[in-house]
């Protein structure tokens, strides 16, 4: 079928044949009423009308305003060859949008990545020799000039170990932290997806798994230097992650990423970080898979900060504690802007 036709295949089934309550059916919803479609139902077609005939640079402008946000840190992977196109082309970007260097193939398929890596100019071997090492980081900092990341991120199953005398053990210790060390970059993890239990939802088929922690407090202690942004997929990782990032001032746990970045899970893990972090966590990121989704995500997590907040304070005024704007004002600047670009030194 052809995206329209797929489209209307979805939105029958979704929309027409079932009512819209999940997370995600809601929220295109509310990306619709936010472009002004009034009350009540509306068709595709009437949903397509209002977003047609708007420029891309004015489209752009118009999901960010409404979204209430200023910059997003985009997921750009240097091993997609359209998406690699791109940057050797030199494309202009937007000043809103910022990189960051996803690297799951060099991490998760070795393999995979010196076959590309190789047809790419670089002599790299499946064993990590040190001439294979010095390519690899040759390479990588041919992306680190060339897009200017944020930060150095993968996600990964419950299969990370550290340390390793493996591959994956090598990268990190020879090319990747002492990369981001040389260039004040984070490193950040994403731990917990298990990828393609149904192959043939292809990447649809992902689920979730629970991993130990341990692996986080092993970097962190051996790697002072290095800092880790790290979230979790699984909802019974969260309080131990929480508890890490007590223990380590280079670790800062960060969002709610995909199957817990629900309404009810977001609360719960954002009122479990305050108990036990006070303001000093990243609440939310994104997780938006296209622009439109900034519009429902983050007013969904503000109104979860909102709620949040509302009851610590609650309980300072219980206690003859005085709140004032200036105090709400700080706190707010630094969960949702302040506490990141420090932490990445912007």
Not at 85 to 96: H, P
Not at 106 to 133: H, I, M, P, W, Y
Not at 163 to 190: K, N, T, W, Y
Request: charged content about 25%.
């Amino acid at each position: 079928m052809t995206k329209p036709q797929q489209a209307e295949v979805v939105w029958r089934s979704l929309f027409e044949q079932s009512t819209p309550i999940s997370e995600a059916a809601s929220g295109v919803i509310e990306i619709a009423r936010a472009f002004g479609l009034g009350p009540g139902r509306f068709t595709l077609s009437e949903l397509r009308e209002a977003l047609s005939d708007i420029p891309t640079a004015d489209y752009i402008e118009r999901v960010f305003r409404l979204a209430g946000v200023d910059q997003v840190v985009m997921t750009n992977d240097p091993f997609d060859p359209v998406e690699r196109s791109y940057w050797i082309q030199g494309m202009e970007i937007n000043s809103r949008f910022r990189a960051s260097l996803r690297l799951d193939t060099l991490v998760n398929e070795f393999k995979v990545a010196c076959q590309d890596l190789r047809a790419q100019g670089f002599s790299v071997g499946t064993e990590l020799s040190e001439g294979s090492c010095a390519e690899i980081e040759r390479w990588l900092e041919v992306w680190v000039e060339r897009t200017h990341p944020v930060y150095i991120a993968f996600s990964v199953a419950d299969d990370l170990v550290y340390p390793e005398e493996g591959v994956r053990g090598q990268l990190f210790d020879r090319v990747l932290l002492p990369v981001c060390r040389r260039h004040r970059l984070l490193l950040a993890i994403m731990i917990g997806v298990r990828r393609r239990i149904n192959p043939s939802l292809h990447l649809a088929g992902d689920s979730v798994t629970m991993v130990s922690t341990r692996v986080i407090e092993r970097l962190c202690e051996a790697n002072p230097d290095n800092k880790f942004l790290v979230t979790m997929l699984s909802r019974e990782n969260q309080h131990e992650l929480i508890v890490t990032a007590r223990k380590f001032h280079n670790l800062m746990p960060f969002g709610c990423w995909w199957f817990v970045n629900t309404d009810t899970l977001v609360e719960e893990i954002t009122r479990l970080r305050f108990e036990l972090l006070g303001p000093t966590f990243i609440p939310q990121h994104s997780d938006a898979r296209v622009l439109e989704h900034l519009i429902y995500k983050w007013k969904r997590a503000r109104d979860v900060v909102v709620r949040v907040f509302t009851h610590r304070y609650s309980i300072l005024v219980q206690e003859r504690w005085e709140v004032g704007d200036v105090d709400i004002e700080r706190d707010v600047k630094r969960l949702f802007r302040d506490n990141f670009l420090e932490f990445v030194s912007l």
